[in-house]
Every structure is written in structure tokens, then in C-alpha cells.
Nanobody, 128 residues
Framework: QLQLVESGGGLVQPGGSLTLACAPSGFTLDAYAIAWFRQAPGEDREGVSCISSTGEYTNYIGSAEGRFSISRDNAKNTVYLQMNSLRHEDTGVYYC?????????????????????WGQGTQVTVSS
């Protein structure tokens, strides 16, 4: 079964940092654009960041600009989300998702319903 596995979540104080990782099970990520989504309690799932299959393009939600950084290491078959200066409002379950893209299009073109593979999520809690 093809799936994604997230790791790296946890409890952190405001202003702290976490690095999330997303690794596939059963396939390689090099032909996939990858996105991170999050869902806070009682809220809809929202896209946080994405990276194209080649790594050439990245995109961030406005509140993550300058604080979060997405990267990929295709040799390690892993995508990372470095999160700095965390705020209470960053709390939620973070999911990674993949959509096949052999060309390397700008990842912002993909809507959430176009992502075909999803992980189970990792909890991020920002609290003092």
C-alpha cells in the first residue's frame, strides 16, 4: 500500500522550532510534488507549504512566510518542513500529501483534492 508517514511533531513553546519529516512507504518521492497541510481543532484543513517535484518551486501560506522552510532530499526520499518562531495558532495536525508530477510544475497550481497520497498526520502543539 502506498502511503506517507509524517514524523517530528510534538509540544513546543511559543517561539520554538520543530522540523517535520515526510517519507513514503512503497514508492519514491522524486516524481511527486509534496505539500504540507494542517488542521486545527474545529477548523478546515489548510495548505501550509508545498514543493515541486524538482525542488525548483516552493509556496507558503502567508502566515508561514519567513518562518517555515520546506525542502526535499530525494536521495533520502524525504521532505522536510522546518518551522521556526512557532505561534499558538500553528497548533494542529500536520499532514503531508503527494501528487504525481513528472514535469516539475509550480506546486501552487495543485488544489488539495488533487493530492492522491496522504499521511496519517503528526500533532504539533504550541503552548507555554
Amino acid at each position: 500500500q502506498l502511503q506517507l508517514v509524517e514524523s517530528g511533531g510534538g509540544l513546543v513553546q511559543p517561539g520554538g522550532s520543530l522540523t517535520l519529516a515526510c517519507a513514503p512507504s512503497g514508492f519514491t518521492l522524486d516524481a511527486y510534488a509534496i505539500a504540507w497541510f494542517r488542521q486545527a481543532p474545529g477548523e478546515d484543513r489548510e495548505g501550509v507549504s508545498c514543493i515541486s517535484s524538482t525542488g525548483e518551486y516552493t509556496n507558503y501560506i502567508g502566515s508561514a512566510e519567513g518562518r517555515f522552510s520546506i525542502s526535499r532530499d530525494n536521495a533520502k526520499n524525504t521532505v522536510y518542513l522546518q518551522m521556526n518562531s512557532l505561534r499558538h495558532e500553528d497548533t494542529g495536525v500536520y499532514y503531508c500529501a503527494a501528487v504525481k508530477d513528472f514535469v516539475g510544475y509550480y506546486c501552487g497550481k495543485y488544489g488539495p483534492y488533487e493530492y492522491t497520497h496522504w499521511g496519517q498526520g503528526t500533532q504539533v502543539t504550541v503552548s507555554s
